[in-house]
């Protein structure tokens, strides 16, 4: 029996067409996590100018992928279009993060009546040991900073994928996390509290812990509500 393919031209130009595609799909994906972290770092400075030239010969990509990753930037509101001006990267202003703090404060306290709602026991004991890598690290710099947290690290991000809300997981992991992991790694050490911030993590653990929905979501909130009274006493 023939085990060759009988492959007529125009099959193998839409094999082809397809191998490119999904070959620049994958670029595009690789590019936006890049600069996703190049923006949340401040290696993209606040305000700076998106120049297309310039990325695509440093990260060497055609414009093609480098244009659908800034499309995904300004998704995430990393990027913003400003009439006569051009793309830009996100300046964070007080006033911005009050905003968006709010919106989290609600947000997030419903994930936690959620979480205390839906959370399994290989969960709490993962955030449990989470907690204790973060004390760990705190005493390591004697109280001068908090962990730098992100994805599986960050206790915030554990309890809203507890929540079992694919809604809120795509608000708050998606389209809201990567400017709070902006705010947090560009701001001032000296609006941090990070002995405070562990403390309130471990009440809203325990809260969780003992199925307690309704002091979940209340000390969520004001514990968020406390990082925003931070960010108005700069205003």
């Given at each position: 029996?023939?085990?060759?393919?009988?492959?007529?031209?125009?099959?193998?130009?839409?094999?082809?067409?397809?191998?490119?595609g999904d070959k620049e799909n994958t670029k595009s994906v690789t590019l936006t996590e890049s600069l996703i972290e190049a923006i949340v770092n401040g290696d993209l400075a606040q305000g700076c100018k998106i120049s297309e030239p310039e990325l695509a010969k440093h990260y060497q990509v055609s414009r093609g992928p480098l244009r659908e990753a800034i499309m995904r930037l300004e998704g995430l509101g990393l990027i913003e279009r400003i009439a006569h001006v051009g793309a830009r990267v996100i300046t964070l202003?007080?006033?911005?993060?009050?905003e968006l703090y709010a919106v989290r404060e609600a947000l997030e306290g419903m994930a936690a009546r959620l979480a205390a709602r839906h959370i399994q026991q290989d969960e709490i004991l993962a955030l449990e040991l989470l907690l204790t890598q973060h004390s760990n690290h705190i005493e390591q710099v004697e109280g001068a900073s908090y962990f730098q947290q992100q994805g599986d690290f960050d206790f915030h991000y554990r309890i809203?994928?507890?929540?079992?809300?694919?809604?809120?997981?795509?608000?708050?992991?998606?389209?809201?996390y990567h400017l709070l992991r902006m705010y947090r790694y560009q701001s001032p050490r000296a609006q941090s509290r990070p002995k405070e911030a562990l403390a309130e993590h471990q009440f809203?653990?325990?809260?969780?812990?003992?199925?307690?929905?309704?002091?979940?979501?209340?000390?969520?909130?004001?514990?968020?509500?406390g990082s925003r009274k931070l960010i108005e006493q700069q205003i």
């Open positions: 029996m023939n085990s060759e393919l009988n492959l007529k031209p125009s099959d193998l130009k839409n094999l082809d067409s397809k191998g490119n202003t007080p006033e911005k993060l009050v809203i994928k507890a929540s079992r809300n694919q809604k809120l997981i795509g608000l708050l992991c998606d389209e809201l809203i653990l325990q809260a969780i812990r003992n199925r307690d929905e309704e002091l979940a979501e209340m000390l969520m909130r004001r514990h968020i509500s």
